[in-house]
């Protein structure tokens, strides 16, 4: 099913919802938001991304649709993730300003202008919930969660929080892989774009205890480790693998004075010791993984040269004085 808008319709502001694993009854949770949007004065579209079949969903989308709703509706023929979702949701999308909301309720929806105000003077806008009342488990799995992301350069609270606001522009650089979509503020911020947070209420719905399959946690901790090497050394990786080169090597040196010093004072044996493989094992890999850091360093020199770090936000012109 692929219900769309009308297209001579102006739109200010696209809503997309992927559909992934976690929903509340759809006609509450999209009147919810309707309702709110629509004392923005400011013209939307609902975009619904369902990643796979989800039969029994998309019928309660079609019956909010039959009673004269517009909603852009795009279903997948089985899952792809919660990327896809986004991505293709983007790519249906007409608005300037990119609205993302789970198909659950996640904030209190009467925050939503805060959020959409705040938009006027960044790029993107991040929401993180007041958890204040919520459930020490919880709790407790979030600022786990907010930890790990730190280690890996993020400065945002509340990375598991769906709710962000983008200009459409944004989403013309992200490069966004796999299941990266709780770090697309960080990913924006590295790319040059400004990046707020806001505070928004926690739906009491969403304070259920809720408890996730032990390979969602190790997937997310191996998505935290490449994150981190992404944003902190994607663009210098020489620093990354020079650095542990430099080690390597520093090793095997202070190794091969040892034992030198050891042949000249003890009188020991150099021939058939371990130590002695060791040593040159040490300095070989070292030698080899500071390459591998120069190879990765030309080959971002060379193919991507002119790619800027930095966006500017305002270009002032003062005429000139008589």
Same mark, same amino acid.
């Given at each position: 099913? $692929?219900?769309?808008?009308?297209?001579?319709?102006?739109?200010?502001?696209?809503?997309?919802?992927?559909?992934?694993d976690?929903?509340?009854?759809? %006609?509450?949770?999209?009147?919810?938001?309707?309702?709110?949007l629509?004392?923005?004065?400011?013209s939307?579209e609902?975009?619904?991304?369902?990643?796979?079949?989800?039969?029994?969903?998309?019928?309660?989308?079609?019956?909010?649709?039959?009673?004269?709703?517009?909603?852009?509706?795009?279903?997948f023929?089985?899952p792809?993730?919660q990327?896809?979702c986004?991505?293709?949701?983007?790519?249906?999308?007409?608005? +300037?300003?990119?609205?993302?909301?789970?198909?659950?309720?996640?904030?209190?929806?009467e925050?939503?202008?805060?959020?959409?105000d705040?938009?006027?003077?960044?790029?993107?806008?991040?929401?993180?919930?007041?958890?204040?009342?919520?459930?020490?488990?919880?709790?407790?799995r979030g600022?786990?969660? +907010?930890?790990?992301?730190?280690?890996?350069?993020s400065?945002?609270?509340?990375?598991?929080?769906?709710?962000?606001?983008?200009?459409?522009?944004?989403?013309?650089?992200?490069?966004?892989?796999?299941e990266?979509?709780p770090?697309?503020?960080l990913?924006?911020?590295?790319?040059?774009?400004?990046?707020?947070?806001?505070?928004?209420?926690?739906?009491?719905?969403?304070?259920?205890?809720?408890m996730?399959?032990?390979?969602?946690?190790?997937?997310?901790?191996?998505?935290?480790?490449a994150?981190?090497?992404?944003?902190?050394?994607?663009?210098?990786?020489?620093?990354f693998f020079?650095?542990?080169?430099?080690?390597c090597?520093?090793i095997?040196?202070?190794?091969?004075?040892?034992i030198?010093?050891?042949?000249q004072?003890?009188?020991? %044996?150099l021939?058939?010791?371990?130590?002695?493989?060791?040593?040159?094992?040490?300095?070989?890999?070292?030698?080899?993984?500071?390459?591998?850091?120069l190879?990765? %360093?030309?080959?971002?020199?060379?193919? $991507?040269?002119?790619?800027s770090?930095?966006?500017?936000?305002?270009i002032?012109?003062?005429?000139?004085?008589?």
């Amino acid at each position: 099913m $692929n219900t769309m808008a009308p297209p001579d319709l102006t739109i200010d502001i696209s809503v997309i919802i992927p559909v992934i694993d976690r929903t509340e009854p759809a %006609e509450a949770v999209w009147r919810a938001y309707h309702d709110v949007l629509m004392r923005t004065n400011k013209s939307f579209e609902f975009i619904y991304v369902l990643d796979g079949p989800f039969e029994d969903y998309a019928e309660e989308l079609a019956a909010v649709g039959d009673r004269g709703f517009p909603l852009n509706i795009v279903r997948f023929n089985r899952p792809f993730g919660q990327v896809a979702c986004l991505l293709e949701g983007v790519r249906h999308a007409r608005g +300037e300003t990119i609205l993302i909301l789970p198909a659950y309720l996640q904030t209190a929806p009467e925050s939503l202008p805060t959020l959409l105000d705040k938009l006027e003077n960044a790029d993107v806008v991040s929401a993180y919930r007041d958890r204040s009342t919520d459930n020490v488990l919880s709790r407790l799995r979030g600022w786990s969660f +907010e930890a790990l992301a730190r280690m890996a350069g993020s400065r945002f609270k509340d990375p598991g929080c769906v709710v962000r606001a983008f200009r459409r522009r944004v989403f013309d650089d992200l490069q966004v892989h796999h299941e990266q979509h709780p770090f697309l503020p960080l990913l924006a911020e590295g790319l040059g774009y400004k990046v707020e947070q806001v505070c928004m209420p926690q739906s009491r719905s969403d304070q259920k205890i809720r408890m996730h399959r032990a390979i969602t946690y190790f997937s997310v901790f191996l998505d935290l480790i490449a994150l981190g090497f992404l944003t902190r050394f994607m663009r210098k990786p020489f620093r990354f693998f020079g650095s542990v080169g430099a080690g390597c090597i520093a090793i095997g040196v202070a190794m091969g004075i040892y034992i030198l010093i050891q042949r000249q004072t003890a009188g020991m %044996e150099l021939a058939d010791r371990p130590a002695l493989l060791l040593t040159v094992l040490m300095i070989v890999l070292g030698i080899q993984i500071a390459a591998v850091g120069l190879i990765a %360093e030309i080959i971002i020199f060379t193919r $991507n040269p002119s790619r800027s770090a930095y966006k500017i936000e305002k270009i002032v012109t003062h005429p000139d004085e008589a």
